[in-house]
């Protein structure tokens, strides 16, 4: 046995090389699992509650219905949506607070849309966009992260 180990050292220390990399390698899988498992318990995932928990909330806007500006036709069409707005948790009463300032922005925004405006391809996106520029600018002391359409009809 000692003959062969000083015959073939090379091969000796390759395979003994690979099998404590390979040893290594598995231990720090696992501790690396554990590590990560303690941080999602620590910021609050993985609770024993289903699905994923998230520290947004969204709040549900008041159904809005707003005469749009149509210059080519004598009757303006009417716009209805149903919106949500994505908050932090913390700071969705203070949210709800704010629903009338709210509202009055979107309103106004949504009053002076024109109909061929709305009607282009790509034009929810920048409505959404212009949409939630104007809700972060109404003075809210609190960031909006996003607006949700629920439902949005052309009358």
Request: charged share 20%; with cysteine; proline share 5%.
């Amino acid at each position: 046995m000692m003959d062969f180990i000083r015959k073939n050292r090379l091969s000796v220390f390759i395979a003994s090389y690979t099998v404590l990399f390979a040893l290594l390698a598995v231990c720090g899988a696992l501790l690396a699992k554990e590590r990560v498992e303690n941080q999602r318990l620590q910021a609050g995932f993985g609770t024993g509650q289903r699905g994923l928990v998230t520290d947004m909330a969204y709040c549900d806007l008041p159904r809005m219905t707003v005469s749009m500006h149509n210059p080519s036709s004598a009757s303006a069409p009417y716009l209805r949506a149903d919106l949500s707005l994505e908050v932090s948790r913390a700071d969705e009463a203070i949210i709800e607070g704010y629903q009338p300032r709210i509202m009055e922005k979107l309103n106004i925004l949504l009053s002076n849309v024109d109909m061929a405006e709305i009607q282009r391809d790509h034009a929810l996106p920048q409505l959404r966009a212009a949409m939630l520029k104007a809700v972060n600018s109404s003075g809210i002391p609190v960031p909006v992260h996003d607006l949700l359409f629920r439902e949005l009809v052309i009358m």
